[in-house]
């Protein structure tokens, strides 16, 4: 817009008319041709065109920006996700592990209650706690079934997908190394 435009037009039209509706002697085939040279230019006294330009460039650079902040959430989204998920996963290992030593208490306590060593009451204690581990897994298992599903779509993957394998879970948390401490003192550079 800042400028000068220059428009140009060419046209041409040929006619031919019937000899039975244009009188004797007439001419039968008219051809006519035009044409069209325009140009203009807008002098910006004001800025009004430069501030157009620099607001469409601020508007690109807004767009830009907006879409490095979106993938920046997605980033930040997906690690959240996945730590949730590796979350899940150790709750659910160790409610197991609880369950299996809870049936174990459970056994021992019954075996204890039947030779009557101890009561009726620290045996429904134990079979108390062995029902509340239990009650446990399945609300983890749905828990570990929903994060892979929201890590799946945040990654662009069907959580269809995973009924089969599960989200790849990668190594074991226990078995990333630790970075080394910074000593105290040492100067950021």
Do not use: C, H, M
């Not at 430069?50 to 469409?56: D, F, K, L, P, W």
């Not at 049936?103 to 039947?114: D, M, P, T, V, W």
């Not at 009726?120 to 062995?130: I, Y």
């Amino acid at each position: 817009q800042q400028l000068p435009a220059v428009d140009a037009a060419l046209a041409g039209q040929r006619q031919q008319r019937s000899e039975l509706t244009n009188a004797p002697g007439s001419t039968l085939d008219v051809t006519a041709w035009s044409a069209n040279l325009q140009a203009s230019w807008e002098i910006d006294l004001w800025g009004r065109i430069r501030n157009e330009v620099a607001a469409s460039g601020s508007d690109l650079l807004a767009a830009s920006y907006a879409r490095d902040a979106v993938q920046s959430a997605l980033s930040a989204q997906v690690a959240q996700s996945y730590f949730q998920l590796r979350s899940f996963d150790a709750q659910l290992d160790t409610t197991r592990r609880t369950v299996t030593s809870r049936e174990q208490s459970y056994a021992l306590r019954g075996k204890r209650f039947a030779g009557g060593i101890t009561s009726e009451l620290d045996l429904r204690q134990a079979e108390a706690e062995l029902a509340t581990a239990r009650a446990q897994v399945p609300d983890l298992t749905d828990a570990v079934s929903r994060a892979e599903g929201t890590l799946a779509i945040l990654a662009g993957a069907s959580p269809n997908a995973l009924f089969g394998s599960g989200a790849p879970r990668g190594r074991s948390i226990d078995a990333i190394p630790v970075p080394p401490a910074v000593p105290e003192g040492l100067p950021s550079d």
